[in-house]
């Protein structure tokens, strides 16, 4: 009797639905981060991000595209819907090859708990993570 394996697929949908990001697979990473880039970009305290290789995603719908750069120099591209304004996806200059997700926008309240948490120093002081959780004081790369 041989085994086979489903490669799961998750959807990824903004706000009002127009725009929607199909993913194949497990994520590569899942992170959140605490910089203030990422807390004002999310509204909130935090990003909370899955990361797939482009190979591994379909896009559909309008997007805008947004960059900006970080306390690094370096670039990122934040993609959200031109009509609700949500930032489904970004990518950055040294993740060449590589999307990150919005893990709110799958709407999977059993999605895995990031592995790590960069700018961890920068994080609102009621932010608790899983033991597990990696806090770094910056972001590697």
């Not at 994080?123 to 990696?134: D, F």
Request: with cysteine; charged share 15%.
């Amino acid at each position: 009797m041989s085994s086979v394996t489903e490669i799961a697929e998750r959807k990824a949908v903004c706000l009002c639905g127009q725009l929607s990001i199909t993913a194949t697979g497990a994520p590569l990473d899942v992170y959140a981060c605490s910089c203030r880039d990422c807390q004002k970009v999310s509204g909130s305290a935090f990003t909370y991000m899955a990361v797939y290789s482009d190979s591994a995603v379909s896009i559909s719908g309008e997007k805008t595209v947004w960059r900006y750069y970080g306390d690094s120099g370096r670039w990122n591209d934040n993609a959200f819907c031109p009509v609700c304004g949500t930032t489904l996806y970004a990518w950055g200059e040294t993740g060449a090859g590589y999307l990150g997700i919005s893990v709110g926008c799958f709407s999977d309240r059993d999605f895995q708990p990031p592995a790590a948490l960069y700018w961890a120093t920068r994080r609102h002081h009621w932010l608790s993570l899983p033991p597990a959780t990696k806090l770094f004081d910056t972001q590697p790369g």
